[in-house]
């Protein structure tokens, strides 16, 4: 017997003693409703249990091989006192172009890769990097928005009364929902790697907790302003505009906002990402950013631009509650009447 | 306390009139299996929510008011959006029209001329949910119905809660105390509402797995999976809704059907399309004319979304 829920025993009794099943398959029968799996014995040879699925992986990219020399690009200085926050998109004459922004190691030209996978050995599986049975909360609150669904608010009701001001709908209470979707941002930036398999189970989940319709999942490299789209890369337009949700609409990134580096990754500079927050902000739509590394680590003033959760064991739905407040507000007080 | 046996091949209920276009959801024809009967009668014995999951088209909604039919119990329903809150099941107050009392100087009393009874109002206790929608009635709304009901007269209901994963994650949960322990309160008024488990609806609530529903809903429920029907049983779905049509010509089209989507297909034909295919062959039929099948099928079968692992060829 297996699954047992506390509910499911006097369930199971109650339902057994009204319909009386005539044999033990109707028994197992009335119990498989109840939740609860009884195995019945085999009639002859015993039936093995199917093999578990193979898990699916990503087959390892090419080694990158680098070019001879030193492929850095000259790079131009940065005008005095730094980025404007102010500056609506990042002119590219502002960013430094830090393609390769190493030079290649010696060892590099002289190590063998590793032998492809022949599918003898079986990935071990991942522990998701958010608590399983907390996920859902902790999505659920990371996505919702308010909306004026809650109950009468009585307080503004009679101030508007009192004051003579016609209302032409009843105000509300604000109350979170995640009616208006989402869409969700996923990083495929080399930098990410470690975390590919983890991003597949959160999109996923999101897909669960919002509904399949709902969730719209776009992938994009470093910052979502140089290219996003779905299927491969070359596919990707450079025109966020064109994927651009409704206003109200909350954005999840999943992302490392640039903190990760590593050989062959463009790094992205903070005011990219504030620049692309401040976009979402005027299209009135909530930018969130799920990030793998600890709060020490995230770029410093980011938090002013857009909210980021620590994606990790320790967080909770408290933890985006005291981070979000009740819900996402949307910018310009899309939610307020 | 003796659940009555649910039993629709000796109970049958009467079959009402033929159904015009699109879904059938007046409860008039259902094709059972042995699963779902079972899952039927555990949902009675145990007093607990049916949750009935499937693909659009397969039969879930239906199967509530079947069910109702089958045991001449009342029936209610509540189709379920992204706006809906657990309690619009069980009383909504008009604010807007107390509003408008106030604001006319005519706002006498508490809420209970605004507050109107929710589907497990009327499925707990339809006598008190009865007297409270007459004291919500507006004044020039005087006489005709108010009970909701669509199904007999009978002390006892089926309630339907349709497409519960298009509600906000809370909905459900919020749902499990009142259904649970068969009473609510209405706030505004402190009125309980209560009935007995003597006297306990069937409620049946449908999800098309959009959304995952929380685990201590499904813990409460007890869990009917419905299949898109193939073959046979396909075959006589349909000739339970066009019992006028010979079982060759329905035939023939659910092969076409069959053929046209391929058996690799990850989305089978529902009833749903092939009852909408059937019906637009009679009428075309009728009009003395002959389908045009690859046309035809493209429209009632081959719509947006529908996807197959290998490409279906269409019959001449």
């Known amino acids: ?337 | 306390m003796t659940e009555p046996l649910f039993d629709p091949e000796k109970n049958t209920p009467a079959k009402p009139a033929p159904a015009g276009p699109g879904d059938r959801r007046d409860g008039g024809v259902y094709v059972y299996d042995d699963q779902i009967i079972l899952a039927v009668r555990v949902a009675l014995a145990t007093g607990r929510p049916l949750l009935v999951r499937g693909p659009s088209g397969c039969g879930k909604s239906s199967l509530a008011r079947h069910a109702a039919r089958v045991l001449r119990w009342r029936y209610y329903e509540k189709v379920v959006t992204s706006r809906t809150q657990a309690q619009d099941l069980l009383w909504e107050v008009d604010h807007l029209r107390r509003l408008q009392d106030a604001q006319a100087g005519s706002l006498r009393g508490g809420y209970q001329k605004y507050i109107r009874p929710g589907v497990f109002w009327w499925a707990f206790d339809n006598r008190g949910a009865a007297e409270q929608a007459e004291r919500s009635r507006p004044d020039d709304r005087a006489g005709g119905a108010l009970d909701p009901n669509l199904g007999d007269d009978h002390e006892r209901a089926v309630v339907l809660v349709d497409e519960i994963d298009k509600a906000d994650p809370d909905v459900p949960n919020n749902l499990l105390v009142p259904v649970g322990s068969l009473e609510f309160q209405v706030e505004e008024t402190g009125e309980p509402v209560k009935t007995t488990r003597a006297r306990a609806p069937l409620v049946v609530i449908t999800t098309n797995d959009e959304r995952e529903l929380p685990a201590a809903f499904l813990r409460r429920c007890v869990e009917l999976k419905l299949e898109v029907p193939r073959g046979d049983r396909l075959l006589k779905i349909a000739q339970e809704h066009f019992p006028e049509a010979k079982e060759k010509d329905l035939k023939d089209v659910a092969d076409r059907i069959e053929k046209a989507v391929g058996t690799e297909s990850a989305e089978p034909p529902s009833p749903a399309e092939l009852l909408d295919t059937i019906r637009a062959v009679r009428d075309l039929k009728d009009q003395g004319l002959e389908p045009a099948w690859e046309d035809l099928l493209r429209i009632t079968v081959w719509k947006h979304g529908r996807t197959a692992k290998t490409p279906a060829k269409t019959p001449e």
């Open chain 1, 1 to 337: 017997m297996t699954g047992l829920v506390p509910s499911a025993l006097p369930d199971l009794l109650r339902a057994l003693t009204v319909l009386r099943p005539a044999d033990d398959a109707g028994k197992a029968a009335v119990a498989r409703f109840c939740g609860i799996e009884v195995a019945l014995p085999a009639p002859s040879e015993p039936v093995k249990p199917p093999p578990p699925p193979p898990i699916q992986i990503d087959p390892p990219k090419p080694p990158i091989v680098p070019p001879a020399g030193d492929i850095r690009p000259p790079v131009p200085a940065l005008p005095e006192g730094g980025l404007s926050d102010q500056v609506e998109e990042v002119p590219s004459v502002l960013v430094p172009d830090y393609t390769e922004s190493r030079q290649a190691p010696d060892w590099l030209e002289t190590v063998e890769p590793f032998p492809e996978a022949d599918g003898s050995i079986a990935a071990p599986v991942l522990e998701p990097l958010l608590v399983p049975q907390w996920a859902r909360g902790i999505l659920a609150a990371s996505m919702a928005t308010l909306s004026e669904a809650g109950t009468l608010d009585v307080e503004r009701l009679v101030r508007g009364i009192a004051r003579g001001i016609p209302w032409r709908r009843i105000p509300r209470r604000p109350w979170p929902t995640l009616a208006r979707g989402v869409l969700v941002l996923v990083d495929r930036s080399d930098a990410l790697l470690p975390f590919a398999v983890d991003q597949e189970q959160i999109v996923e989940q999101i897909r669960a907790v919002v509904g399949r319709d709902s969730a719209q999942v776009l992938d994009f490299e470093g910052n979502p302003s140089w290219g996003v789209g779905t299927g491969s890369q070359e596919e990707w337009e450079e025109d966020f505009e064109r994927w651009r949700p409704p206003a109200g609409t909350p954005v999840l990134a999943l992302t490392d906002l640039g903190i990760g580096t590593g050989y062959g990754v463009r790094p992205v500079h903070p005011a990219a990402w504030r620049a692309f927050a401040d976009r979402l902000r005027r299209a009135g739509c909530p930018l969130v950013a799920f990030i793998p590394y600890a709060p020490e680590r995230w770029p410093a003033d980011l938090g002013r631009a857009l909210h980021i959760l620590p994606w990790d064991r320790g967080t909770s739905a408290r933890t985006v509650r005291r981070a979000l407040g009740k819900a996402l507000r949307l910018p310009g007080g899309g939610d307020r009447p």
